[in-house]
């Protein structure tokens, strides 16, 4: 018998690894902690009569698909199921989700504690009244629970890894895009969470407080990984990895002292970066740091400034010099189609990027779209500039990080915002790898390339008709990033 089971998505976008569902595995942790049965699964078959309820987390865009087919499915078969929905989306928008046919509880925030009082309320027959961070549906009426205060992440449990079940092959990011080759074997893993920054079009300040591990809990959850795994990399999945230097370096001193034989990358911040001195850089090299993955968002002043970015291009280029001075891969994030954003902003970045591919070629560049996320100042610029407020999960589904329909930027600003970021993930990012096995997928994916590399030379992508076909092809399959 499995007293929940926690609906994890399929991935279908351009990488070749998938990502563990950390989000999951720190509430399966705390539920089996508490002596609760959980299974992770994207299959609907796993959910039985013996099953009591079944959560769903997602975030705000087209995963939302898979969400509601995943509570469709359990409600046409099990209609008196308690479907819980979590995560970013709920989050921000609560009221709205609880309000679809398909949802019945919805967890707010941090959601560890709440989750094994709710699965305790829900199997032992009580009312949920008592449970604090929840909306849920009773007699047709929506009642809202007193929010729950965020608690200190050290308390609870390591994430769920599941040892003996996990198969790590499935998710050895070697194989993807972002840590490419910076080991044999490495696995996701998460020492703290949120993000202290402004930045306008981000949701994460929005969700909860920035929380870290102490150093020493994550040198001993890394050595655990290590011996049980046989992994020799970790792609730190932090919102934000370097927010608290002396946290950093106490960690790479731990790594240093224990003669840890594993190399791992992060995410960090540019203005971060170009302000670090050699000591650090020599020592974050030494712990084992071999990759940073780097949003800069916007080559254009203007734009850096309308998004509260708070970064320079000359931190950007500073950042990508030392990262080779040092030896460490680089994977550089843009984002077209703000809000007020034109050509000329959108050819700044092109700019800014082939300088960055001279100063090292090798590097990863990805170009996205941008998705107004609920909460954000650039949500309400967008709705202000014309943007039709979605109205239901199937509304936001229907946005994606390849771009959506946005009323604003005029015809030709509008097209290259929606042909660009396939394009880029062609030319700047995409290696031909073994998701794609058939003659006819690598023999499209090699001329798109060279068409890609001409255009991006001469910066011409007038009559796109090619990648509006991609773009439509990568719409079909669910392709999101």
Known sequence: MTDIVLFDLVRSHMQTSENLPLGLMALSSCLKKAGHSVKISSNFN????????????????????????????????????????????PTLMPEQTIKHPFADIIVRGQGETTIVELMSAIKNGKSLKNVKGILYKENNKIIHNEPRPEENINKFPMLDYDFKKIKIENYDQTKSMAYDKISSKAISYSSSRGCPHRCGFCSINKLCRWHAYAPE?????VKILIEKLKIDGICFADDNFF?????VEKICDLFIKEKLDIKWGAQCRCDYFAGYGDDFLKKLTKAGCVKLELGVESGSPRMLKLIKKDITAGQVIKTAKRCKEFGIKTNFYFIMGFPNETLKDAYMTFRLIDKLVKIEPRAFYSIFAFMPLPGTDLYELSLKMGMKEPQCLEDWARLSYLG?????????????????????SILLKYQTTGRYQELWQKIALLLLKKDAQFRWEHKYFDF????KIVRNYLDSKGVKK
């Open 217 to 221: 809990r994550v040198l001993e959850e």
């Open 46 to 89: 796993d959910v039985s009569n013996d099953t009591l309820c079944v959560g769903i987390g997602c975030m705000t865009g087209s995963d939302i698909n898979q969400c509601l087919s995943m509570a469709e499915k359990v409600r046409e078969k099990y209609p008196d199921m308690p479907i819980i929905w979590g995560g970013p989306h």
């Open 404 to 424: 959506f329909d946005r009323p604003w930027g005029g015809k030709k600003m509008r097209e290259l915002s929606d042909i660009i970021p396939c394009l880029t």
């Open 243 to 247: 927010v608290d230097k002396n946290r």
């Open 464 to 467: 796109p008709l090619e990648w």
